[in-house]
């Protein structure tokens, strides 16, 4: 474990930049201070999962899963896999396929 894992801080280190990126993973909150990514031209949708809003959801649905009562008593924001519509998703050559 690194010290960023140990003492749950942010690691700037494992950043790059928005320019290189092909696919991005975004969870899209009213309240995020960043970017809205689902709303740019530049990224298109690949995957949407449910994830837990803690502050819309209430006790004890938001701890402990009770079929057709926690769905209807949590809130959820949309977790997103989003891709790239500038840059082409890079591909592996056959090469680096014999070698894995």
Not at 36 to 48: N, P
Request: one cysteine or more; proline letters at 8%.
């Amino acid at each position: 474990w690194s010290t960023s894992h140990r003492d749950n801080k942010e690691d700037f280190s494992r950043y790059v930049k928005e320019e290189e990126c092909h696919y991005l993973v975004d969870l899209a909150s009213p309240q995020q201070a960043e970017k809205h990514y689902e709303q740019s031209s530049d990224w298109e949708e690949v995957a949407r999962f449910p994830f837990l809003d803690l502050p819309a959801s209430r006790f004890p649905y938001k701890s402990l899963y009770i079929p057709l009562l926690s769905p209807a008593k949590n809130g959820y924001l949309p977790y997103l896999v989003l891709r790239s519509r500038s840059r082409t998703t890079p591909r592996m050559s056959y090469s680096e396929k014999e070698e894995t």
